[in-house]
């Protein structure tokens, strides 16, 4: 491995020289700045070695680095040369940081199809010089083709709006914002605009392009015309127009004059130049379908819940198997549960690389299990399972910390994982009013950690998409989250954790539906979670009185809840039903 | 004062025809945008009769509006004329959008005095004109004069550090930034960085004056040359150079070719603009004085306890006199806190003016007792007292809510005060680690409430100063606050509250010192509140039954802790020692 990517190294600095650079940016990123990205754009993967879904590298002539953040601390030290890279986190030293550290007032190439405005604008001190060409692909022989896999309509009854109504709805906040168009660039937002699905990528079922929305509420469509099958060419109907991806200068040429929406912080800053020479007024915004797809309207909502519901299923048939399973390894674990997913109407595949970590590997926070790693699942240790499925009307991320028995967990575990549940039930209790933003929200899920000193070194809760991304913006449980105040219909995660490096690792999820809160006549509206996860916590890892008697009241409650949703769907198997009632025993 | 008020809106609405302005702006501010302003200052009462500490209008030819928070909504509807003045609420009718409304393209006047370079940028959409001299000071025939009260040494004994250091201190991280220079416009600052005092405005004991400080460590002081008597001139020394205020402009011009830092947040946008006439390199950036001033060293946090020790003495007294008196008024009673207060060591006044409310006036947030307000405190109902002193060794701010009896308080007031004070002691016991901000802790100070639909309409705290401002930045605990990290040193209150308009109102307030948490070997460091402020909360508002065992342990844990710590020195009053015995009674 090594000597290949110092071969690469060595080949990406003759390119930098030629091109007159004094170094050049390796962001982990595709030209729909996207965290599931196709092979060919697996730029940093292919220079570096370092998989994690987070990243930049910055190559100068005498020295390179790999940043990343938290997540990632253990997996970039592990699948990359220390020789070759500084290995760095990407909050105490920032990129920018470090190359004005070392290359102030040089020459520095980007790609600005892989970084947006608001990240090129971070780099001060240095020339920053945008390139035709990627330099990774210049040297990147067998660099795989972009993926093609077609473009399929998205039915109504599973996306509760019609995509005309969807664009007229959106093209009316476009004018009431004195905007004539918007550009849209991540195919998240295509997917939810025009109601169609792809498998461009991995775990998100999008279909890769670009469109312009105008505020008419028609649209231009930017997709390889093999993508678009006829059935989907009658689906988009005439006021949307389809051009190759080529195209997409020309018509982002014809723009002059008119005023367009550009996100800053989420677009290629590829597209605000393009805007510029066109002599188009670049109005800064967050993407329009942003926020209107986060809000989760009735159909997705109760797709939302039967989704939950088959998942649920599958995870409990998965945990009672595992309870009674010997000689299991992380990857065969893995497949167990995948397998149950598969059994489960309306599923379409995972949502992203299951995380299947048992003692020490749980404390990797983004673990992925790889023929290397792969190790048995023992006795009497704390084992960790971070998951989800993609369903035509959901998406789901579930994780579970077990005890794998059959001895007691010692006190000490226990004590950690029910600072971790009494986080994850604050959270799941909480009522607040609107205008409070997660970022408001997440000290909730700590403070029982907190008290003793702990705490985890990433965010609370990440949105989810409806069958599609399962990381969605714009709104978060997180310090580092931006200020979006949280709304009726978005669907969150509520993940708090904690690791224990070459020990355990330990993480509660659920996903949570934002719902009003009523508490009669009030003059402000109030809001709650409605959870919509539908698995047990371990009993075997909980220490009752670390719990306040309302959090106990509530995990009791669920656990009532869980067996009753599940139990009617599980007739087959009396064996699942009887671990479930051991399971949601009250405590 | 209705007809007073049209007559100077109608002459303000004369100048600016006559200036070629479509309107004015008369913010509440003055040439230091300090929040406790001398009279000459006062322009916004002056024109509309408003004597809130925040707010601004607006004239236009044709119509007028004046617009504050939410602490203010009744007091603005009772001083105002709803015929001259639209009454607004800042947050929901913000005044930038409201200009743009009715302005559109119009030129609006502005004093460069009197607004921030930020608050400048919000105004967008019209023709903002800088005047020469502010419109309202022309009709303003008896305008007061500047005050001239004069500057005095403040004793390193209670400042714990030397002018000279701190200032070689600041000078070093001015260098290390680049800067050359730095602009100091706060008066408060000035009294940190030369450990001087003054009393040219109520409250706050400061002189008004402006200054430079050069990376060197050298400054020099603008300060009318009267105030500053040979003591302190010889306490300043040579490394600080005196000017009159009028030569503040001259001294600017020489800066050409200097990196300046100025603060676009707080200080007034005529710096900037001088700056930049003079050519001169401005750096944006937080008044250099603000952090380190907030940070108070071990003998500032010792001046904190020892004057919340003679403040405890001086409210517990008074509060064991309230429980017997009869027949007292709003300013009756303030009045008796206060000379309770002037008998204690080190006394120099009050911190702000007292809020004494009874009944319904207690609602009113920011309500001040006025002849015409003034009224009985009656038997069986809730009053509430905010008040703070200035003493040479800290400056206190505390707030405490009573039942007047002699019957029970009803059960939902004693619910509403039990969870302001389950939110108050959940932010006392908070433990959280460094790089927190106030605003991701404001929550654990509302979940009580939110729980019942209820919540409070300002910021949980805000900053104090050591013997300076009782609202001191940078740092504080509110959702709309900045995001500065908490760190050891910080003083700041801890005030929820619950307002029920014409009822009650309810607020418990401590001031707390950020100090550092132990946990044996932790990788991260942790923080805690240290609660200085030392007077019981009255137990005839609270419902045991409320409060967590956590909760109330803290609470009795605590009035044990006033008890021991103030009975020492009530040895002259044995009634005063019986009742805080009685008051601190385990619950």
């Known amino acids: 491995m090594s000597s290949e990517h110092n071969a690469r190294l060595s080949a990406l600095r003759a390119v930098m020289a030629a091109r007159g650079l004094d170094g050049f940016l390796v962001p982990r990123a595709d030209e729909h700045l996207g965290e599931y990205v196709p092979e060919c754009a697996e730029r940093l993967a292919y220079l570096t070695g370092f998989t994690g879904s987070a990243g930049m590298a910055i190559v100068l002539a005498e020295r390179a680095a790999v940043f990343s953040d938290g997540r990632y601390t253990l997996q970039l030290a592990q699948q990359t040369d220390g020789a070759l890279w500084e290995r760095l986190h990407i909050m105490e030293s920032k990129p920018e940081a470090w190359l004005v550290q070392h290359a102030a007032g040089r020459r520095i190439g980007y790609d600005p199809w892989l970084v947006s405005a608001e990240g090129l604008a971070r780099f001060v001190g240095v020339e920053m010089v945008a390139v035709a060409r990627n330099l990774v692909d210049e040297i990147w022989a067998d660099r795989p083709a972009p993926p093609l896999a077609p473009a399929v309509p998205h039915d109504v009854a599973f996306a509760g709006e019609r995509s005309a109504e969807k664009r007229a709805r959106l093209g009316a906040a476009l004018r009431e914002a004195g905007q004539d ?15 169609i699905r792809g498998s461009d990528v991995e775990f998100c079922p999008v279909a890769l392009g670009y469109a312009l929305l105008f505020a008419d509420g028609r649209a231009a469509l930017f997709m390889a015309g093999v993508k678009l099958p006829e059935e989907t060419r009658a689906h988009l109907g005439e006021a949307v127009t389809l051009a190759e991806p080529e195209a997409l200068a020309g018509a982002l040429a014809a723009l002059g004059g008119k005023v367009v929406r550009y996100d800053p912080a989420n677009q290629p800053v590829w597209f605000r130049n393009q805007l510029e020479r066109a002599g188009a007024e670049v109005s800064l915004g967050a993407d329009v379908v942003a926020l209107p797809r986060a809000l989760k309207n009735a159909v997705e909502q109760e797709g939302a819940r ?11 048939r998965f945990l009672a198997w595992l309870a009674g399973a010997r000689g299991e390894t992380e990857s065969s674990a893995a497949a167990v549960l995948l397998a149950q997913r598969a059994r489960g109407e309306r599923f379409k595949g995972e949502s992203f690389p299951a995380i299947s970590g048992a003692g020490e590997h749980g404390a990797i926070i ?8 792969n ?9 960790l399972i971070d998951s989800g499925g993609q369903y035509l009307d959901g998406t789901t991320d579930i994780t579970r910390t077990v005890w794998t028995g059959p001895g007691d967990a010692p006190p000490t575990v226990k004590e950690h994982v029910t600072r971790v549940l009494a986080g994850h039930i604050a959270l799941a209790q909480a009522v607040f009013p609107q205008g409070v933003a997660g970022a408001h929200l997440d000290a909730f899920a700590r403070a029982a950690l907190w008290q003793a000193g702990l705490d985890y070194d990433h965010g609370t809760g990440h949105g989810v998409g409806a069958y599609l991304s399962v990381h969605e913006g714009p709104a978060g449980i997180s310090r580092a989250a931006k200020l979006v105040a949280l709304q009726v219909g ?5 993940e708090p954790g904690f690791y224990l490096e070459g020990a355990y690792g330990i993480r509660m999820e659920n996903l949570v539906l934002v719902q009003a809160a009523e508490f009669g006549a009030q ?4 809001l709650r979670f409605e959870t919509v996860t539908l698995v047990p916590f371990d009993r075997a890892l909980i220490e009752p009185g670390l719990l306040s008697p309302a959090a106990l009241e509530w995990l009791n409650a669920y656990h009532a809840r869980v067996r009753d949703a599940l139990t009617p769907l599980l007739g087959d ?3 699942v039903v009887e671990w479930l009632n051991r399971a949601t025993a009250r405590i």
Chains 1, 2 share one sequence.
């Open 181 to 195: 168009a918007a550009v849209l660039s991540d195919p998240a937002s295509l997917a939810w605009l025009f109601n």
């Open 366 to 373: 983004h673990y992925r299990v790889t023929e290397e790693s």
């Open 375 to 383: 190790r048995a699942i023992k006795p009497d240790e704390v084992y």
């Open 490 to 494: 978005m669907l969150l995660s509520n």
């Open 306 to 316: 039967a989704a939950h519901l088959r998942d649920g299923v599958a995870v409990v």
């Open 573 to 575: 198997a009396p064996e």
């Open 523 to 526: 003059a402000r509206k109030f």
